[in-house]
């Protein structure tokens, strides 16, 4: 595709339910981060991944999160016994190989636990 | 730890004019600090990249500076229009690659 996608792009879901958030990056990009954004905050990291292990999962806040990236592309954050306080805008992003290239966004994924 | 701070407060300018938005940072300076753009409803879209040995880079009406002495980095939007506002986000590298961002500044350009 030509950016990144996510998917759902919305999703309600119940205290204590588990979700799963998919991204699909740009095709060709090694490099694969989560980061969550609040209501008037910027982005903050949670995960991630170079090729398909996690290079870097020191965002995530606790066990109850969890993201995968078994072929390399795809990628599923998956939240366990969700909670009210996590809701907030998922946010995917790939990037190129080097480290400072710049991120692409996906548009997001609102997640709202009643 | 390494944090970005953004003026929380809208900038406010009318249509023409420069805006001016401005991202300190704490403890050593990043090697180099990312501008982003983000719109309501929508992902960050990036803008420029400047490093730590570079002072100043321009891209169209857009400048970024980045003063070690001072751990700042200002941007500017010259000739500014309606169409520029939105969100601006300044982030650092922290760790391997993950962005530390700042809580972004909103410009509203006013006709």
């Known amino acids: 595709g030509a950016g990144v996608s996510q998917t759902p792009s919305n999703k309600v879901t119940e205290k204590g339910k588990y979700v799963e958030l998919r991204c699909d990056p740009i095709?060709?990009?090694?490099?694969l981060y989560w980061y969550r954004q609040s209501l008037g905050q910027g982005p903050e990291f949670l995960i991630y991944?170079?090729?398909?292990?996690?290079?870097?999962d020191s965002g995530l806040p606790n066990d109850r999160f969890f993201a995968v990236r078994p072929e390399g592309s795809v990628s599923t954050l998956k939240i366990q016994r969700t909670e009210r306080g996590d809701s907030a805008v998922y946010l995917c992003?790939?990037?190129?190989?080097?480290?400072?290239?710049?991120?692409?966004f996906g548009p997001g994924t609102r997640l709202t636990v009643l | 730890s390494q944090k970005i701070e953004q003026n929380s407060e809208a900038l406010n300018i009318q249509e023409g004019k420069t805006a001016t938005l401005t991202c300190n940072y704490t403890?050593?300076?990043?090697?180099?600090l990312q501008w982003y753009r983000q719109d309501p409803g929508r992902g960050p879209v990036f803008l420029l990249l400047i490093r730590e040995n570079e002072k100043e880079k321009r891209k169209e009406r857009l400048k970024v500076t980045f003063d070690t002495t001072l751990k700042q980095s200002l941007f500017h939007i010259t000739a500014s229009q309606p169409a520029d506002s939105a969100t601006y986000l300044c982030?650092?590298?922290?760790?391997?690659?993950?962005?530390?961002f700042g809580s972004g500044t909103r410009l509203q350009v006013q006709p």
């Open positions: 982030a650092r590298v922290t760790g391997r690659r993950a962005l530390t």
């Open positions: 991944f170079q090729g398909t292990g996690a290079a870097d």
């Open positions: 095709s060709g990009h090694t490099a």
């Open positions: 992003a790939s990037s190129q190989g080097a480290v400072d290239n710049e991120q692409f």
């Open positions: 403890n050593y300076s990043p090697a180099y």
